[in-house]
């Protein structure tokens, strides 16, 4: 982190009083006068506008956030039926730049296709497209909204699959002081920590997490070697937020987050890490005239070293992924009347990275070549929205028009010698893509809700995929500079039903097509590159059914998608297969107890079906079916014990195949700590 990078965050903490006081300041007069007006403040967005449950949407509570036996951001979203990484490794084990997160099985390469918001504020890694997962603590957060489907809006650019906003939580959610230790029985540990003082009439949020362990052996014991290592792993995470009233309907938060992550990878020496930084200010106002005015910076980094499968020596030290993200966003919301909702508004965001890696010999370690890449991706968005109330029934709709930029792309190679062998400067593109979004929400009744919906969204190549070759040895994947933007064209139906109190279900079935889709492709023995397949056809049916009976609780949600290539024609060797790492079915059930306040025993049971390594549809993933538990009891004085196991049944979760060659998820794990605040 530069010198400027940690001034900055720094001076989160300070600010948050500093603007108290000048608040104070301003409020202070010489002769008496009436009482200020009560002023709410939340460190959230606008509200959702009225037409938001028209589209495919399920909403995570606080409750259910910090209540996964893994106590990890992908485990929560894993109980939303759909939700996928690239891989089934969770962020302790995967390599970090295969940790793209998409929806409705549109996967098929380590990039997200859909949308993460941190309080509106994208998280996607600038140079890769990967969520830094280990960064987000569920314990920071409120809720987490996840809309499958249906792009446009703000940052629709990268909403292909559909978005998650993860809200994060108030001081009054928080307590002054909140924490938890936790230790498994391979002795690794988790602690967190977050004090949430009430500043004037705002607040002051600071928390910090750290994890680490030894990890467990992701190599089957069959095909372990001394070189075999278990997935160690360490990590941590601080972030600051501050948030104050500016005015009587205007509100004002500052937040920064720094982030670092190192993991082992199957071999001793094949070490990843990811650091990060971000920055962000938002005005939020909530009056007449509603606004959401953001600005935020990122500065991301990326190592990770390729050790041979066969001579266990290291090919590849990719040292060096600098990049940095910068953008913004103002939205408008007029009061135009009428039962019209109307939002206005722009957004950016600007991409920029290089990557910079030396090869060896597997026999000799010597050096025998550098490789350095990068670019600039940059996209410019205006949308229009408006919702409209006609008595009971809700119309929406929203044009959005992007664009796009890809310039200053190259690839240097030199030879062990430093001597250039490939030297390519690659032609600046830029374009406009047209999205639209469209739907209707209408109650039948105070039980029934009838919803439709249609939409269409856009994602730009990232850098990673234009630029960077990769090996994940003995397949190389190459690059593509050449790779067009990926769009999406959708319809869903949907029905909700709320039969009796405490009970909800829904049904949504949906059809959706990515073309210009983004996969690896395989050209040779050992040999894929990125290309663009004509498309990717995905339909299914997703359900979801919540009960709250006294003290009991059910969430559950079902997604069945069938997903194909469809390639040129009956020659094309792709056509009718199903993308790689694409599942047919998933499912999650929760079921909890609270047998008195502060207490909670749950158990989750997930399945996610069979799937494909790769685009040629063998090397089978075979199906995966855990179960979880998790506990909490009361103590004294706000403490509580916790008590959490992953993979009860101890399950056999593949996550890799290359030919053969296996690599496991995560075993039974136990893990007990203490609670205070929660």
């Known amino acids: 982190m530069s010198r400027k990078q940690i001034a900055l965050l720094a001076a989160a903490v300070p600010l948050a009083p500093a603007l108290s006081g000048a608040v104070a300041l301003a409020q202070e007069a010489p002769a008496p006068r009436p009482a200020p007006p009560l002023i709410i403040v939340t460190g959230a967005g606008l509200e959702p506008t009225p037409a938001s449950p028209a589209y495919d949407t399920i909403i995570l509570e606080r409750e259910q956030i910090v209540s996964s036996a893994s106590g990890r951001i992908e485990d929560v979203l894993s109980s939303v039926a759909g939700f996928q990484q690239f891989r089934r490794s969770d962020s302790r084990s995967s390599n970090p730049s295969a940790q793209g997160v998409t929806l409705r099985a549109l996967g098929g390469n380590a990039t997200s296709r859909a949308q993460v918001l941190l309080d509106g504020v994208p998280l996607a890694d600038p140079f890769f497209g990967y969520i830094p997962l280990s960064a987000i603590a569920p314990e920071r957060l409120q809720a987490i909204r996840v809309t499958r489907g249906g792009g446009s809006g703000p940052f ?10 993860l809200e994060s939580a108030d001081a009054a959610t928080l307590g002054a002081l909140s924490g938890q230790a936790l230790l498994n029985h391979r002795g690794e540990t988790e602690l967190s920590a977050t004090a949430a003082p009430q500043l004037g009439r705002g607040f002051a949020v600071a928390s910090g997490r750290w994890d680490r362990g030894r990890g467990f052996f992701t190599t089957p014991v069959d095909q372990r070697v001394p070189a075999s290592a278990r997935a160690r792993f360490e990590s941590w995470s601080a972030s600051v937020r501050a948030v104050q009233p500016v005015g009587e309907a205007l509100e004002l938060q500052l937040r920064g987050l720094a982030f670092d992550d190192r993991r082992t990878l199957r071999f001793e020496g094949a070490d990843a890490s990811t650091e990060g930084q971000d920055l962000s200010l938002r005005l939020v106002g909530r009056g007449a ?16 070293v390729v050790i041979s499968s066969t001579r266990f020596t290291r090919v590849l030290d990719q040292r060096d992924t600098p990049s940095t993200g910068l953008g913004g966003k103002l939205e408008l919301r007029p009061p135009v009347g009428g039962g019209h909702v109307l939002r206005l508004g722009v957004d950016y965001r600007r991409s920029q990275g290089d990557l910079f890696e030396d090869a060896y010999s597997a026999f000799t370690g010597a050096l025998t070549g550098q490789r350095f890449a990068g670019g600039v991706n940059s996209d410019l968005g205006l949308f229009v929205e408006d919702d409209w109330r006609l008595g009971a029934l809700v119309l929406t709709g929203g044009l959005r028009a992007d664009l796009y930029t890809i310039r200053d792309g190259y690839f240097r190679a ?44 856009l994602r730009l190549p990232t850098l990673n995929e234009l630029y960077r070759p990769f090996v994940v040895f003995p397949v190389e994947t190459q690059a593509n500079a050449a790779l067009g933007v990926e769009r999406l064209e959708g319809y869903e139906a949907g029905i909700d ?11 949504t079935a949906f059809d959706n097509d990515v073309t210009n889709a983004i996969a690896n492709v395989t050209i040779g023995p050992n040999l894929r590159q990125r290309r663009n397949l004509d498309a990717i056809k995905a339909r299914g049916l997703e359900l979801a059914a919540g009960v709250e009976r006294g003290p009991l609780s059910l969430d559950a949600t079902l997604a069945h998608t069938d997903a194909q290539v469809r390639g040129s024609g009956l020659a094309d060797p792709l056509n009718g297969f199903r993308p790689a790492q694409t599942p047919a079915w998933a499912g999650s059930a929760s079921i909890g107890w609270h047998p008195v306040a502060g207490a909670l025993l749950s158990a989750t049971l997930r399945h996610v079906a069979d799937q494909f ?17 998790f506990a909490q009891a009361p103590l004294a004085g706000g403490a509580s014990l916790v008590v959490r196991v992953e993979n009860v049944f101890d399950e056999a979760i593949f996550t890799r195949n290359q030919g053969g060659s296996i690599d496991l998820g995560v075993p039974r794990t136990v893990w007990a700590g203490l609670r205070y605040g929660f």
Request: glycine share 12%; no cysteine.
């Open 289 to 304: 005239w509603q606004v959401d005015a953001l600005a935020y910076a990122q500065w991301r980094n990326f190592t990770n």
């Open 414 to 457: 030199l030879d062990g010698a430093g001597v250039i062998t490939d030297d390519q400067a690659y032609l600046d593109r830029s374009g406009w893509e047209a999205t639209w979004r469209a739907g209707v929400l209408y109650p039948l009744n105070g039980a029934v809700s009838l919803r439709a919906a249609t939409y269409s969204g």
């Open 497 to 507: 039903w709320r039969p009796a109190p405490g009970v909800s279900l829904s049904l």
């Open 156 to 165: 629709g650019a990268g909403a292909l699959a559909g978005t998650i906003e």
């Open 613 to 629: 390594e790769g685009d040629q549809q063998d090397d089978v993933l075979p199906a995966a079916t855990t179960l979880d538990l």
